[in-house]
């Protein structure tokens, strides 16, 4: 630490007002926020989600991993906002990056780019054709100032693609929810540093209804990254009820999931998102096991600084 010498008078004037200082700047910390989307008519905005998933299957002795690199660029405009603060938007995935990495037995690894040509593999083809469906189509939905989406509509191209005969996918009504449930929702008050609330979720999956509950709680405004923002900590617990018809049983071993999340609160936007899970299944199809461990990173980030708004 460096020392200055100043007159005394000064210096025990400053100490004075760095301690009206301090006591200021915990009292406005420990204010009450009011925690909202913003949006403008007009306005653009471009995220990058990047998601890492490594899975690893168990059976038999025999074990197997695979993991799956997806880079995503997604841009949001702002159609119109009513005096609720509902908004009008439209979500377009611009380009999509993806790499996969396998097991010989398992099939080749792949890679893609939406912005290149596609491999001459079938296994490219495939997944070029597939993403393709969902390139430059706008996805159009409503959500309100808290956070809850509404109105989900899918294109044409998108809907058809979804008609695929993957089991497991869920069709359009799953591809809806993954706008309805994985938006940040804010509670109704205000909330200060400690607040927490949650948000739970349920969808339809081959083996039963999953229930996802997702608790934030409120750590106060952070310096990250030259910005004060809005620092919320999160977690995600999942429960499966079984169905009595399904052919297999699944069974959560073990999990953990934790995120946080970096609000700019000014301008009502998301900031910076990073979130890691890792969930370990087994799952029972007569007298056959699979064990799986899927562990997830998850990055979110505003690709224009605050205040950079497209119009």
């Not at 398992?106 to 939406?114: I, Q, R, T, W």
């Amino acid at each position: 630490m460096r020392y200055v010498v100043k007159p005394f008078i000064v210096v025990r004037w400053q100490a004075a007002l760095a301690v009206c200082a301090i006591f200021a700047t915990s009292a406005r910390a420990e204010e009450a926020r009011m925690l909202r989307w913003k949006f403008a008519k007009g306005e653009t905005k471009r995220y990058v989600q990047e998601q890492e998933m490594v899975s690893e299957q168990t059976s038999k002795g025999r074990s197997m991993k695979t993991t799956v690199k997806q880079t995503m660029d997604v841009t949001w405009r702002i159609k119109s906002v009513d005096e609720e603060g509902l908004a009008e938007i439209t979500q377009t995935v611009d380009r999509v990056r993806m790499k996969v990495q396998r097991p010989p037995e398992a099939g080749p690894s792949l890679a893609f780019d939406s912005d290149e040509k596609s491999g001459a593999s079938p296994e490219t083809r495939e997944m070029a054709a597939h993403f393709q469906a969902l390139l430059k189509h706008p996805i159009a939905m409503k959500i309100d100032a808290q956070g809850a989406v509404s109105d989900v509509e899918i294109p044409d191209s998108i809907k058809e693609a979804l008609k695929g005969p993957e089991p497991g996918s869920g069709g359009e009504e799953a591809f809806k929810e993954t706008f309805t449930t994985n938006t940040i929702q804010f509670p109704a008050e205000p909330v200060k540093r400690g607040s927490s609330w949650k948000h739970a979720t349920e969808s339809k999956t081959p083996f039963g209804k999953q229930k996802a509950t997702t608790t934030y709680t409120y750590d106060g405004i952070e310096n990250h990254e030259g910005q004060h923002l809005d620092k919320i900590d999160l977690k995600l617990a999942l429960e499966v009820n079984e169905d009595d018809e399904a052919k297999a049983r699944p069974k959560i071993v073990s999990q953990k999931s934790e995120g946080v999340i970096y609000f700019d609160g000014e301008h009502g936007w998301l900031a910076n998102l990073h979130s890691s899970s890792k969930v370990q299944t087994e799952l029972t199809q007569g007298d056959m096991k699979l064990g799986e461990t899927i562990s997830t990173t998850t990055r979110i980030k505003l690709a224009q600084p605050a205040g950079a708004d497209e119009k």
